[in-house]
Nanobody, 125 residues
Framework: QVQLVESGGGLVQAGGSLRLSCVASGRTFSSSAMGWFRQAPGKEREFVAGISWSGGSTYYADSVKGRFTISGDNAKNTIYLQMNSLKPEDTAIYYC??????????????????WGQGTQVTVSS
């Protein structure tokens, strides 16, 4: 059974940093793509960043480009999201997702096969 478990969320002041982690258990797929999404209250889930599991290619939403960095550690089956210069509008539940067979680094939410339970990130002004 596939499981994705996020951690690292919390409360931080504007301008601060957090690092989220997502550990994948169960069967892994070298051709998979991993992604971070977020969902604020009353809003739809939106793509934040994506990475290909094999080559490490990355892709970012314009709203986080230059502030967030996605990375992966294949040996630990873990991906990370380093979030710097956080803003109040970054407040959301952050989810890790995996598309098992992928040919690019990012997809829409409905195209991912597995999801974590989410971790809350709150940025105070």
């Amino acid at each position: 059974q596939v499981q994705l478990v996020e951690s690292g969320g919390g409360l931080v002041q504007a301008g601060g940093s957090l690092r989220l982690s997502c550990v994948a258990s169960g069967r892994t797929f070298s051709s998979s793509a991993m992604g971070w999404f977020r969902q604020a209250p009353g809003k739809e889930r939106e793509f934040v960043a994506g990475i290909s599991w094999s080559g490490g290619s990355t892709y970012y939403a314009d709203s986080v480009k230059g502030r967030f960095t996605i990375s992966g550690d294949n040996a630990k089956n873990t991906i990370y999201l380093q979030m710097n210069s956080l803003k109040p509008e970054d407040t959301a539940i952050y989810y890790c997702a995996r598309r098992r067979f992928a040919y690019r680094t990012h997809y829409g939410p409905s195209d991912y096969d597995d999801w974590g339970q989410g971790t809350q990130v709150t940025v105070s002004s």
